[in-house]
């Protein structure tokens, strides 16, 4: 039987397992789909035979590396990371012979869930579960690894995770100058927040402070959001939307709420969320009082609802 080791590379990284024997051994050689400059080793092409050899390969299936592995080699691959590998698995569900209900799915037929996963992350957040968090932020992140597939098979504007990455390393390096270049230090979040705005004025070439406010969001969030904008830009608290509709109001309490540092979407999520179990608490105490809650008029529900603690 033929002896020897196959090294599994990814690029120019060496798993640590194979340290030692790359140091003690006298025969490396590069598998012809690993360039040999690389490593320093020469090619497998020039070795006079197989046996007791270190082949440093990048897949199992390269020739040499397939017949070493066929004759009892050892192998020494390197760890996947957790998040190629889920990239991985993403390819292979789109791919032929992957799951049929992910191969149709498009950024259209994909929105309603990433809308939902980022509400089930935002209730794990507050909730302060730290299982659900951790489950909810991968299900976060596979809207991200699905949309960058689907966009990488676009046949005009072709992009996958790798550019999305890119961009957000280049974005954060940019965002950072303090951080990764010579830029002056900033020493308070205040400071930092307006150093972002006038770079993302530059960056975006934005023509008006609410260019990249994200209309879509919900409408509390929305008008907080543009109270914020708008308290940066120095514009004042009366040239908010006027009247006593329950719009105008809800907007004005938000925008300022937002503009003295509250989230208001947050807060009233919470106050919520708070409502609803007093209601299913309500209803319990009915039901063990021998009520079928749906019965209940005013006078019941006050006689049923839980203690406020002050």
């Keep these: 039987m033929t002896t020897g080791v196959v090294v599994v590379v990814r690029g120019a990284t060496l798993p640590a397992a194979a340290l030692k024997i790359l140091r003690e051994s006298t025969a490396v050689y590069a598998a012809t789909d690993v360039d040999p400059a690389v490593f320093g080793v020469p090619a497998v092409t020039t070795a006079s035979s197989l046996k007791d050899i270190v082949l440093l390969a990048t897949s199992r299936d390269e020739p040499a590396a397939s017949l070493l592995i066929a004759t009892g080699a050892r192998v ?24 049929p209900w992910d191969a149709v799915q498009t ?27 951790r489950e909810e932020l991968g299900d976060v992140l596979l809207q991200v690894l ?7 098979e676009d046949a005009d504007d072709p992009f996958g995770i790798d550019d999305v990455a890119a961009a957000l390393v280049e974005k954060l390096v940019g965002r950072h100058p303090n951080v990764f270049a010579d830029a002056d230090e900033v020493r308070t979040v205040e400071h930092q927040n307006l150093k972002w705005e ?12 609410v260019d990249g406010v ?3 969001q919900p409408a509390v969030a929305l008008a907080g959001k543009l109270g914020q904008r708008s308290g940066r830009a120095g514009i004042p608290l009366d040239l908010f939307p006027e009247g006593s509709n329950a719009a105008a109001q809800l907007f004005r309490i938000a925008a300022t709420a937002r503009r003295a540092g509250v989230d208001a ?30 019965t209940l008029e005013a006078d019941g529900w006050r006689k049923f609802w839980p203690t406020r603690e002050v």
């Design 198 to 209: 006038e770079l993302k004025q530059r960056e975006k070439q934005r023509q008006s402070i």
């Design 107 to 133: 950024h259209e037929s994909l929105r309603q869930y990433l809308v939902e996963e980022t509400y089930e992350l935002l209730d794990a957040i507050e909730d302060g579960d730290r299982e659900a968090l």
């Design 214 to 216: 994200a209309l879509g």
């Design 265 to 294: 979407e947050g807060e009233l999520r919470a106050l919520a969320k708070e409502f609803a179990l007093e209601i299913r608490a309500a209803e319990q105490a009915a039901r063990d009082a021998g009520l079928e809650p749906t």
């Design 146 to 152: 699905f949309h960058a597939r689907v966009a990488a």
């Design 76 to 99: 020494i691959d390197t760890p996947v990371p957790p998040l190629v590998e889920a990239a991985d698995v993403m390819d292979r569900l789109r791919s032929p012979g992957g799951c």
